[in-house]
């Protein structure tokens, strides 16, 4: 509760200095409770002082510069984020793109080996129908492993597509950025 006390005296007295005077000295004082004080008046001689700021206004040039930095630290904040969205957007769609293909050299080797179970033992009618569950069974499962890599293909490619409009978002913020940094140093000269 005093810590709140203490920073709503620190922001009245930096009010009260910026309309009342450009240049001024606050002080942190303790009194002999122990209390905190920020003030701007010299603290009385039994008071134990522990700080003495100058504060002095801004003029509306300094205030602009501050206020451009901070726009251009948040800019650049904004910038680096947006770039580290589109490094993990790269990063999930070529992941997405590995899972792909492995998932489409799976279903080759599946669909081989079911190819090589029905020449194997479905060459003759007699055979087919000893074998037709096992050879049923070896194509079910080659064709789960097509369906499999077909979607993992639709994924790494909808990946892909993500991370190219994030891209996209993310030059066009550079190019708005650079746009906007051109035109305040014109208006600057």
């Given at each position: 509760?005093?810590?709140?006390?203490?920073?709503?005296?620190?922001?009245?007295?930096?009010?009260?200095?910026a309309?009342?005077?450009?240049?001024?000295?606050?002080y942190?004082?303790?009194?002999?409770?122990?209390?905190l004080?920020?003030?701007?008046?010299?603290?009385?001689?039994?008071?134990?002082?522990?700080?003495?700021?100058?504060?002095?206004?801004?003029t509306p040039?300094?205030?602009?510069?501050?206020?451009?930095?901070?726009?251009?630290?948040?800019?650049?904040?904004?910038?680096?984020?947006?770039?580290?969205?589109?490094?993990?957007?790269?990063?999930r769609?070529?992941?997405?793109?590995?899972?792909?293909?492995?998932?489409?050299?799976?279903?080759?080797?599946?669909?081989?080996?079911?190819?090589e179970?029905?020449?194997?033992?479905?060459?003759?009618?007699?055979?087919?129908?000893?074998?037709?569950?096992?050879?049923q069974?070896?194509?079910?499962?080659?064709?789960?492993?097509?369906?499999?890599?077909?979607?993992?293909?639709?994924?790494?490619d909808?990946?892909?597509?993500?991370?190219?409009?994030?891209?996209?978002?993310?030059?066009?913020?550079?190019?708005?950025?650079?746009?906007?940094?051109?035109?305040?140093?014109?208006?600057?000269?």
């Amino acid at each position: 509760m005093t810590h709140y006390k203490v920073c709503l005296a620190i922001i009245l007295v930096f009010c009260t200095t910026a309309v009342f005077g450009a240049e001024r000295n606050i002080y942190t004082w303790t009194d002999e409770r122990g209390n905190l004080h920020v003030t701007d008046e010299p603290p009385p001689s039994s008071a134990k002082v522990k700080d003495v700021e100058t504060y002095r206004d801004q003029t509306p040039e300094e205030v602009k510069s501050v206020e451009r930095t901070l726009q251009q630290r948040e800019a650049r904040r904004q910038a680096e984020e947006l770039q580290a969205d589109v490094a993990e957007a790269q990063r999930r769609a070529a992941e997405a793109a590995e899972a792909a293909v492995s998932a489409t050299e799976r279903a080759q080797a599946l669909t081989r080996e079911a190819q090589e179970y029905v020449r194997r033992f479905g060459n003759t009618p007699e055979r087919r129908k000893q074998f037709k569950y096992k050879i049923q069974a070896k194509k079910d499962v080659a064709l789960a492993a097509q369906d499999a890599a077909l979607e993992a293909r639709a994924l790494a490619d909808q990946a892909k597509l993500e991370a190219q409009q994030l891209q996209k978002v993310a030059e066009e913020a550079a190019n708005q950025r650079t746009a906007r940094t051109e035109d305040e140093l014109r208006l600057d000269e």
